[in-house]
């Protein structure tokens, strides 16, 4: 999300230039917009030249299904279905749980999938959203869960039939055993849990639990690559063999049914396996933790801990307005949206020797000598939507 900046990305040659854009991060070595920006590998496109290309629809690509197989083992869920998107992933999760309305769909009210992901809740399941704003700032709770979900056949009542959980959620890991005790009331209640596990990578990579500790807890539950893994394309969500039938089918009828869909998966995979397996994710935490030093160090208040590889800055308490502090940033040739930094595995050490300096420059008026007077950017073009309770 929030990808939504135009930019003229000069370290990406263009089709007259010979290098590869596959061959380094590039101008994502500086981008700390999200992780979305993350520039896939040779290895990646390696992968998709040797693809196989048959046809998933009739569940014929091996490439696409040995992928299914490798995520359904990593999470100890039966059967996956690899999607476009985390946003065609836990709205075809929703769908494929749902029957007809009167049903509802409770979550915390800073998720994505009522916050970022265009309405589909209402468009595609006609489902009320019940949010809650979890009192701790972090994450919501079992007790608040417990007092908001509708558990009722009255003619009045809109029955809560999913709890949804995001985690990460702005970085900030839900901990397993609030996730256990939610799950574990939910199931004496006949409700379905579905996890928006998009980063739910970032939480195992900092020791919250293992992949499979937070699967086992919940009906469904959808995984992105494109994300901090790093892949060009693709999420996948996982749950039961009668769900993901019936998630193929909800999937086709909003055009998700991939032909050669290899070239998806086969990305996909080295992203799993290189950037996941392999353990790249744990530097990047220790970076966000280094950056969050390197500002508190100079006196800069903090958002939000840093649990994974978000660092939320607090500028406000500082008298600095987030345009200000998005127009510094582009001179010192780094690229952020607001508050939030987020510290994916491609992040340089020169892009953090930078950091030092904006956030002196920030907080003491001192410029560094990385600093250039321009910037190429429109400021309002990369602030976060500004949601209230997203800075709490
Ligand atoms: C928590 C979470 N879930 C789902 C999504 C949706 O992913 P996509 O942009 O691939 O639709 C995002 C996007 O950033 C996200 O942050």
Redesign the pocket.
């Given at each position: 999300?929030?990808?939504n900046a135009s930019s003229t990305n000069s370290a990406h040659p263009t089709a007259s230039t010979s290098r590869s854009a596959w061959e380094s991060p590039g101008s994502a070595a500086f981008d700390l917009r999200?992780?979305?920006v993350t520039t896939p590998t040779a290895a990646m496109l390696t992968a998709i030249s040797q693809t196989t290309l048959l046809d998933d629809v009739f569940l014929e690509d091996p490439t696409t299904t040995s992928l299914e197989n490798l995520v359904s083992s990593l999470t100890g869920h039966p059967a996956a279905l690899l999607v476009?998107?985390?946003?065609?992933?836990?709205q075809v999760a929703l769908r494929t749980h749902l029957g007809a309305p009167p049903h509802a769909v409770l979550c915390d009210a800073r998720?994505?999938?009522i916050q970022?992901?265009a309405g589909g809740v209402a468009s595609l399941c006609g489902a009320l959203v019940q949010p809650i704003v979890p009192a701790n700032g972090k994450y919501i709770t079992a007790e608040e869960v417990r007092r908001h979900a509708v558990v009722s056949d009255d003619v009045h009542a809109c029955p809560t039939r999913i709890i949804s959980l995001?985690n990460?959620?702005n970085g900030t890991i839900m901990p397993l055993a609030e996730v256990r005790e939610i799950a574990a009331w939910a199931r004496q209640h006949g409700i379905i849990v579905h996890m928006?596990?998009?980063?739910l990578w970032e939480a195992v990579v900092a020791g919250a639990g293992s992949l499979q500790d937070y699967c086992k807890e919940v009906d469904s539950l959808?995984l992105?690559f494109?994300?901090g893994l790093g892949a060009p394309i693709?999420?996948i969500i996982v749950g039961s063999e009668k769900f993901i039938k019936r998630a193929r089918w909800i999937r086709k009828s909003i055009g998700g049914g991939l032909r050669q869909a290899g070239v998806v998966a086969a990305p996909a995979r080295v992203a799993v396996e290189e950037t996941y397996l392999s353990g790249k994710l744990k530097q990047s935490h220790l970076n966000a933790k280094k950056i969050a030093k390197i500002w508190q160090d100079l006196g800069g208040k903090m958002m939000y801990p840093v649990d994974t590889n978000m660092v939320w800055l607090n500028l406000s308490p500082h008298g600095v307005e987030t345009n200000k502090f998005i127009t510094l940033a582009e001179q010192y040739g780094l690229r952020v949206m607001g508050e939030r930094l987020v510290v994916h595995y491609q992040i340089s050490k020169e892009a953090i020797a930078r950091l030092e300096q904006l956030f002196t420059d920030v907080l003491t008026g001192k410029a560094g000598d990385a600093k250039k007077s321009t910037v190429n950017i429109d400021p309002d073009d990369m602030k976060l939507p500004h949601v209230e309770w997203a800075y709490r």
């Open positions: 999300m929030y990808a999200s992780d979305v476009l998107s985390g946003t065609m992933g836990n998720s994505h999938i970022y992901e995001e990460t959620l928006d596990g998009a980063r959808s992105c494109s994300k693709g999420s």
